[in-house]
């Protein structure tokens, strides 16, 4: 099977879990938000639990929860980015935003649902190791990562000076670095292995991804990528780009995949498919 196929059938047995998730919910305009929001993206981070779980023997059951707890841990964050008192989007996917297409009082809740929603994907029966699991994702989404370094992305903007290439690597390691991080080492987390294979890989891949990112906001089609284009250039952000230019910002990710490949070495072939994750996220053009 190629990467394409297995990351959209790997997003696709994600979804199918989301979505039953959601129906033991009351109907309303929450669950319909909810939904919303769920549908139509890659999926790669769900991908990413998948594949290390099988790399650990995790059943496919338990891998499938913590796979939709990212998921929906990381819908609930582009909810929340999207806010006028955030990045104030009114694109996602291709479609409007959450407080477009409802309200902001909706979307905040669709928001805060989506979060307590991976938190009970975690702790359903059976799971492994779920206080351990909540735990890690607890600390991949709060005042130390990801919404860490939204904060330092919003001091970014009003700083005196751009921030330096170190400053940028940071700022992301923490805002989109660090579930990616929790995503890839679930696999060993859920078996009771050791973690630093993947997180390694994890660290490197997620620069790489932001990198690209950047990249994509730079030089990328606002109707491919199905948001707006060109938005740190307008807010006065620095980034990747801006630092090390369009070619060394394409070498740099580059190197990184190849980077994020090497340190799956201990898996030998049976990690091929987190190895073309790495590679898929430094070509992407969405």
């Known amino acids: 099977m190629t990467f394409a196929r297995r990351l959209t059938a790997a997003a696709a047995a994600v979804e199918v879990r989301l979505m039953a998730a959601l129906a033991e919910l ?138 330096d290439l170190d400053a940028i690597a940071r700022l992301q390691a923490a805002k989109t670095g660090a579930l990616f991080a929790w995503s890839a080492s679930a696999g060993p987390r859920m078996a009771g292995d050791d973690t630093a294979p993947l997180d390694a890989y994890a660290a490197a891949m997620g620069l790489a991804f932001q990198i690209a990112d950047d990249i994509l906001d730079c030089e990328g089609d606002a109707g491919r990528l199905g948001k707006r284009v060109q938005k740190d250039a307008a807010a006065g952000k620095a980034t990747f780009v801006s630092v090390l230019g369009l070619e060394g910002a394409r070498r740099r990710a580059r190197d990184l995949a190849e980077e994020a490949c090497a340190a799956l070495a201990p898996y030998g072939r049976d990690a091929a498919p987190l190895c073309d994750a790495a590679r898929f996220v430094v070509c992407r053009d969405k």
């Open 26 to 163: 009351p109907e309303s305009d929450l669950r319909a938000a909810m939904a919303y929001a769920l549908s139509g993206g890659k999926g790669l981070r769900g991908f990413l639990v998948l594949e290390s779980a099988a790399l650990h023997g995790v059943a496919r059951d338990h891998a499938l929860s913590a796979a939709a707890a990212i998921e929906a841990m990381h819908t609930f964050s582009l909810i929340h980015d999207d806010l006028p008192a955030m990045d104030d989007d009114d694109l996602r996917r291709g479609r409007p935003t959450v407080h477009v297409a409802w309200s902001e009082a909706v979307a905040i809740l669709a928001g805060d649902a989506l979060q307590s929603l991976a938190f009970e994907l975690l702790t359903l029966p059976g799971q492994p190791r779920p206080a351990e699991m909540v735990q890690a994702l607890a600390r991949a989404a709060g005042a130390s990562g990801m919404a860490y370094g939204q904060m330092l992305d919003i001091a970014a903007g009003s700083a005196a000076a751009p921030l």
